[in-house]
């Protein structure tokens, strides 16, 4: 009976011994198998990093970024040659030298990305559209809004309807937002011959219908754009005194600054 009892122990303290072993084996590969995958997470974390800061920055899906990283996104913008054409307004206040909203707007239009709100676009400015524009919705730290025409000295009759072309396919990565700088038509339409830049970031215009904006304004521009007056409240009369002419904006609202004339520069 002792003899049973002892062998009996005894086995129960090998199994316990060889339990107890594979058990530490077992925990020591654990552990390094969370020493690996840690060194793994570590490895694509800094390639990330690596990677995120030698890509070329685009100056289009950034919906909080600061007016210097727009600037910067911009002058990248200006320097894209893939189909790309580069557009000039000389804007002025006619009725109003002592304003300091004058000088040249450039206008990078998008073609590549947007080729079908592009087009429309410059073949407005071919038609002289915007030439004589008044700046007739300038919305302080929103929009600043053209595109309707005054009567011509000519006598032509002005243009008010315009191709309504359909809306390009967003390019992941590419397609610009409502950003401060992006320049779009009124309602994302091109029928309406319109067209406002942003002179802040407005995301909220992303989600509305119709087309995204195709074409960004330089720095420079910008600075010119926010030089622009913006005295004037909504519903005051601007819409029908541009109608009616030169005469009576400068009478209403003098201090309104206008498009003076649109040229293509490069067509690359």
């Known amino acids: 009976m002792r003899s049973g009892f002892y062998l009996a122990v005894s086995k129960e303290s090998s199994s316990s011994t060889s339990t107890h072993r594979s058990y530490k084996r077992a925990s020591g590969l654990k552990r390094w198998q969370m020493v690996v995958v840690s060194w793994l997470i570590a490895l694509a974390i800094f390639s990330l ?55 040249v707007l450039r206008i990078t239009v998008r073609r590549s990305i947007s080729p079908l709100a592009s087009n429309a676009f410059l073949n407005m400015i071919k038609s002289e559209h915007f030439n004589g524009c008044y700046l007739f919705r300038v919305v302080k730290g929103f929009i600043v809004q053209w595109g309707i025409e005054s009567p011509h000295p000519d006598k032509q009759q002005a243009k008010v309807k315009f191709d309504k ?33 942003n002179i802040n970031n407005n995301p909220h215009l992303d989600k509305e219908p119709g087309s995204l904006p195709f074409a960004m304004l330089d720095g420079k521009s910008m600075e010119i754009i926010k030089s622009v007056f913006d005295g004037y409240s909504a519903g005051m009369g601007q819409v029908k005194a541009v109608k009616k002419g030169a005469d009576e904006v400068k009478k209403l609202f003098p201090k309104m600054s206008r498009i003076e004339k649109c040229r293509v520069v490069n067509d690359y």
Not at 56 to 72: G, I, L, Y
Not at 74 to 93: F, P
Not at 166 to 185: E, H, K, Y
């Open 165 to 197: 072309v359909a809306i390009d396919t967003p390019v992941a990565g590419q397609t610009l937002l409502n950003v401060a700088g992006s320049f779009n038509f009124a309602g994302g339409n091109s029928g309406t011959g319109q067209v406002y830049v």
């Open 49 to 103: 990093i690596v990677l995120v800061s030698t890509t070329p920055s685009v100056a289009v899906h950034t919906n909080t970024r600061s007016d210097e990283a727009a600037k910067d996104k911009n002058r990248i913008i200006q320097s894209t040659r893939d189909g790309d054409v580069l557009v000039e307004c000389k804007l002025d206040t006619p009725h109003d030298t002592s304003a300091p909203a004058h000088g």
